[in-house]
């Protein structure tokens, strides 16, 4: 079955660590997005990639950083610049890349809670 | 920017009908959706519309009015699990790159 894919579910992390989370997706998608979600409030969009090699900063991108090596892959590092890093992390994906395609609505992975102590 | 209002909270009753409202300023227009979020997990897409008028789907309607920026989201027949979040996005196209902007979303709770 197609989907997205994020790992882990659930981290833990002491402040000052650097934090990596996992997003593959084997929809075939160009577009791949990072959104954050704090509780009570919407998405604020992170980072996104419309193509392989090349992600844009989104509105909130300050302390993240992203890599986009693999069409399949958009891995999202917490550094510990990120000031208030606990929060609920989405990917999605879409396809199309920057054309938009069909309705282009965007698909969720099941997200991580990254909480610090 | 973008700037999307919805209500914070809404509650009904299992049977009825409830109508969330969206309004939106935003440039570049191309395209409003609706999600559903329900707590813990991942939006779900509910709808879409990028030309004025209403679409429905079942038990979910969705409106939009580009010249007024506004949108509803319209449900029938209300369940108890259609206690959830609904989330308002609208995507924005400009220098070739689209993006799209949520709203806070609208908790919506169905009583017995």
């Known amino acids: 079955d197609g989907g997205i894919t994020q790992s882990p579910k659930y981290l833990f992390r002491k402040e000052g660590q650097n934090v990596t989370l996992s997003c593959e997706q084997n929809?075939?998608?160009?577009?791949m997005y990072w959104y954050r979600q704090d509780p009570g409030q919407g998405l604020r969009l992170i980072y996104y990639?419309?193509?392989?090699?090349?992600?844009q900063k989104g509105d909130i991108a300050e302390g993240y950083s992203v890599s986009r090596e693999k069409k399949e892959s958009f891995p999202l590092t917490v550094t510990s610049a990120q000031k208030n890093p606990t929060a609920f992390y989405l990917c999605?994906?879409?396809?199309?890349?920057?054309?938009?395609?069909?309705?282009?609505?965007?698909?969720f992975g099941e997200g991580s809670r990254l909480t610090v102590l | 920017g973008q700037n999307i209002d919805q209500p914070t909270e809404m509650t009904a009753t299992e049977g009825a009908i409830v109508q969330i409202n969206c309004t939106y300023q935003?440039?570049?227009?191309?395209?409003l959706f609706w999600y559903q979020q329900h707590a813990g997990e991942a939006p779900t897409f509910l709808s879409y519309?990028?030309?004025?008028g209403l679409e429905e789907k079942g038990r979910f309607s969705s409106f939009l009015s580009r010249s007024k920026g506004y949108s509803y989201l319209l449900l029938k027949e209300l369940q108890m699990k259609d206690s959830a979040s609904y989330l308002c996005?609208?995507?924005?196209?400009?220098?070739?790159?689209?993006?799209?902007?949520f709203g806070k979303g609208t908790m919506l709770l169905v009583s017995p």
């Open positions: 999605a994906s879409k396809e199309g890349g920057s054309r938009i395609q069909g309705r282009g609505e965007l698909f």
């Open positions: 929809l075939n998608h160009d577009a």
């Open positions: 990639s419309q193509i392989v090699n090349d992600f």
């Open positions: 935003t440039s570049g227009f191309n395209g």
């Open positions: 519309n990028v030309l004025d």
């Open positions: 996005a609208v995507r924005d196209q400009n220098s070739g790159y689209s993006t799209l902007t």
